[in-house]
């Protein structure tokens, strides 16, 4: 039996495409996005906006992933790519319901998930998280076709807004999909409903056996 090929999606997605994406849905990635791992990065982001000032690289509606980038430098920019890196989006989950509502962002994505305050957020704008494997640096970075652009030189490579250009990236899943849904939250519920259980197996009851003790 033939496995039908994935669906193929170009980010930035329009709301629309977002919106039909379903939970555990797997796709593959073209187009555009910005990456970054830095907090101090996410912390300007921030302040910037608030200020009412644009940010260097264009990301209104866009698709903004954790994730760090590697690349050659060359005098006029980013030079040939090394790799890319995903790393754990909870790390950000203080800032990213802001972004995401601010920029009106359409994609993110990371390692880990994110909380209920940024599920909300997502819920609200039309925006989709992609869980990214972890382990797999090899695998998407050949999905990372160039690195256009990056801003904040000031900062370490990794730390800086990477604009990458992206052509079958991935695979990727849909953890937590426009509509509120998180594979999470999911995750969460049943891992405690099934502790007592998992703990009662690990410390049975011994009664009075004195020879268990």
């Known amino acids: 039996m033939t496995t039908p090929p994935l ?53 209104r509606g866009g698709a903004f992933f954790h994730m760090g980038v590697s690349y050659e430098e060359a005098a006029n920019g980013p030079g040939p790519l090394h790799y890319v890196n995903p790393t754990t989006s909870s790390r950000f989950d203080h800032l990213m319901p802001s972004l995401i509502r601010t920029l009106g962002l359409s994609a993110t994505g990371g390692k ?5 305050e940024s599920v909300e957020a997502m819920r609200e704008i039309g925006c989709v998280y992609f869980s990214f494997v972890g382990g797999a ?7 990372v076709q160039a690195v256009t652009d990056c801003a ?6 990794q ?12 695979p990727v899943i849909v953890a937590i999909d426009a509509h509120g849904n998180s594979i999470y ?12 259980d ?3 197996s690990l410390h049975p009851m011994t009664g009075n056996d004195e020879t268990s003790r």
């Open 198 to 200: 998992i703990l009662q």
């Open 137 to 143: 640096s090899a695998l998407l970075s050949q999905g």
């Open 185 to 196: 939250e999911r995750l969460m519920t049943t891992a405690r409903e099934r502790m007592p």
């Open 159 to 170: 730390f800086r807004l990477n604009r990458i250009r992206l052509d079958g990236f991935g």
């Open 112 to 116: 880990g998930g994110l909380g209920r």
């Open 7 to 59: 669906r193929r999606l170009t980010l930035p997605l329009s709301r629309e495409d977002a919106r039909s994406l379903k939970l555990g849905d797997v796709v593959l990635l073209d187009g555009d996005a910005v990456a970054t791992v830095g907090m101090p990065t996410q912390k300007r982001m921030v302040a910037e906006l608030a200020a009412g000032r644009d940010l260097p690289l264009p990301l």
């Open 152 to 157: 904040w030189t000031d900062l370490i490579m």
